[in-house]
C-alpha cells in the first residue's frame, strides 16, 4: 500500500512517519510531503491508497489535496489531521467523503486505530472484488500483514472468508504448508528483524509493535527462531 503524509510542520511529519512505522512495519510504501504542491506532485506519479492530510497548509490546502487525490482515485482513503476544531472543516472533509478527522495533538493510539479502520475498509473492498476469483492465499496473507501484531487466531481469519474453523485449517496447511501458529510467529519475527535495524526503536519498543507486551516471552520466542536474542540479533547484524 502507498500512504502519503502531507503537513507543513517539519517536526510533525517526522513523528508522524516515526508512528506509522513503528506501528505498521513495513504495510506502507510512505511518502512525505511538506505542502500540498508538493504532495500533489508526487500523487501525479503515485496512487495512494491513503493519504493523511494536514488542512491548514500554504498554496494548495488539504481540502483541495483531498479533491484532486479523489479525482485520481475515488477508492483512496482520507485522513485529515487538523489543530482547528471547525465545523466549516468538518462539512468540507464530510463533502470530499474523508474516512476520519483528527485534532492535533493527536494521540497514538487514535491514529493508529483510524488507520487501521482505513486499512480494514481497503481490505473488505479487496475481499469483495477477489473472493470469487479463488486468492484466498493473498486474502489470508494480507489479513495477517494488517494484523499479526494483535491477539489473533484462524478463527478470526475463517470469519472473514467466510469459513469454518476446521475447514480454514485445512486450507491454510494446503496454502501455506503450515500452521496458522507457526506462520504467524514467522510473521511477527520477519517484521521484528526489519524494525531492529533502527536503533531509535528500544527491544520493548520492537516486541510491543508485533505483537508482544512481555519483552521477556519476545526474547524467549525471537531466540527459539532465530537461535539468538533481538539484542545478539542487533549487535550482530547492526553495530
Do not use: C
Amino acid at each position: 500500500m502507498n500512504l502519503l503524509i502531507a503537513d507543513d510542520e517539519n517536526l510533525e511529519l517526522k513523528v508522524l512517519e516515526k508512528t506509522l512505522k513503528k506501528n505498521f512495519l513495513n504495510k506502507f510504501n510512505i511518502y512525505r510531503a511538506s505542502s500540498g504542491k508538493k504532495a500533489s506532485e508526487i500523487i501525479e506519479n503515485i496512487d495512494m491508497d491513503i493519504a493523511i492530510l494536514d488542512i491548514e497548509m500554504p498554496g494548495m490546502n488539504g481540502i483541495e489535496l483531498a479533491k484532486y487525490i479523489k479525482e485520481k482515485r475515488p477508492e483512496s482513503v482520507i485522513i485529515f489531521i487538523t489543530a482547528y476544531d471547525k465545523f466549516d472543516y468538518a462539512i468540507e472533509a464530510m463533502y470530499v467523503k474523508a474516512f476520519d478527522y483528527l485534532l492535533k495533538p493527536w494521540k497514538e493510539e487514535r491514529l493508529i486505530n483510524v488507520v487501521e479502520g482505513a486499512m480494514e475498509s481497503l481490505l473488505g473492498k479487496a475481499v469483495a472484488e477477489k473472493k470469487f476469483k479463488n486468492p484466498q492465499k493473498d486474502i489470508i496473507t494480507e489479513y495477517i500483514n494488517i494484523h499479526y501484531k494483535y491477539d489473533i487466531g484462524a478463527a478470526d481469519v475463517a470469519g472473514v472468508l467466510g469459513y469454518t474453523d476446521v475447514y480454514f485449517s485445512k486450507l491454510f496447511k494446503q496454502l501455506f504448508n503450515d500452521n496458522f501458529i507457526n506462520y504467524l510467529t514467522k510473521t511477527r519475527i520477519e517484521n521484528a528483524k526489519i524494525l531492529l535495524k533502527d536503533r531509535s526503536f528500544t527491544i520493548k519498543e520492537v516486541g510491543e509493535s508485533v505483537g508482544y507486551n512481555d519483552p521477556n516471552y519476545f526474547a524467549k520466542v525471537f531466540r527459539r527462531v532465530e537461535g539468538i536474542t533481538p539484542s545478539e540479533y542487533r549487535l550482530k547484524y547492526y553495530s
